[in-house]
């Protein structure tokens, strides 16, 4: 039984690299400079999102989003999506509603589609000196955004409107976070030096917590 899996996993594996080495690629912008090597484009990818066995959408470094719906056969390709400050930043995060609208974290601010990623705007206020590393949605209106990296203590911002508006908080304090999970009133973020800082009161005050690691903590999860 391992066999047949393994050998299912190896078929599944080639067939993504033959698509993705074949792959044509649509340029959302028209851009000047298109990449030739590697196919389909050359950017980190830090972000994806696989709706079904054809439609996948990622996201990554110098403002790239790119989708397919069709495995990978093609890709349709934004250099756009970051936040423009002489040159497109970094997307760091996502999260996705639907097909049609999302939200992305990203180096000096947020910005968000509604036509599936074929345009991108900054949302205003949003922006930081640093980086929006993570998000979370509580539910289809709520959510948290948080980071840090700059010198403005920007780190922690929430919406009650799907994103469409961000009220910025200053009460988390001490270091930049890279990860965050949420429910009605329980905030919990990861961050730096092996410390996670916990709020019962939706971010009102927090509760420091070390996890016992002098590293840098990357990501929460959480079994139950």
Same mark, same amino acid.
């Given at each position: ?60 470094? !110098?403002?790239?989003?790119? +989708? =397919?719906?069709? #495995? %990978?056969? /093609? @890709?349709?390709?934004? *250099? ?72 403005? !203590?920007?780190?922690?911002? +929430? =919406?009650?409107? #799907? %994103?469409? /508006? @961000?009220?910025?908080? *200053? ?54």
């Amino acid at each position: 039984m391992k066999q047949i899996f393994h050998i299912l996993l190896l078929c599944f594996i080639l067939l993504f690299i033959n698509n993705t080495l074949n792959s044509q690629v649509n340029y959302i912008n028209n851009d000047a400079w298109k990449w030739v090597h590697p196919n389909p484009q050359g950017n980190s990818l830090r972000w994806c999102k696989m709706w079904n066995a054809n439609t996948w959408y990622m996201a990554g470094g !110098n403002g790239t989003f790119m +989708k =397919t719906n069709n #495995a %990978g056969v /093609t @890709w349709n390709i934004n *250099t756009h999506a970051g936040v423009f400050t002489g040159a497109y930043s970094d997307v760091q995060n996502a999260f996705f509603f639907n097909q049609m609208n999302g939200i992305l974290a990203c180096t000096h601010g947020i910005t968000k589609t509604t036509d599936g990623g074929n345009s991108f705007l900054l949302i205003p206020g949003t922006e930081i000196n640093g980086a929006w590393r993570s998000m979370y949605f509580v539910n289809e209106t709520t959510g948290y955004v948080i980071g840090g990296y700059g010198s403005d !203590n920007k780190k922690l911002a +929430k =919406t009650t409107d #799907a %994103g469409n /508006t @961000w009220i910025l908080s *200053t009460t988390l304090t001490s270091g930049s976070y890279n990860d965050i999970y949420a429910d009605a009133n329980m905030i919990i973020a990861a961050g730096v030096d092996g410390f996670v800082k916990r709020s019962t009161d939706s971010g009102i005050s927090w509760y420091s917590y070390s996890t016992g690691s002098p590293t840098l903590l990357n990501k929460l999860k959480f079994i139950n």
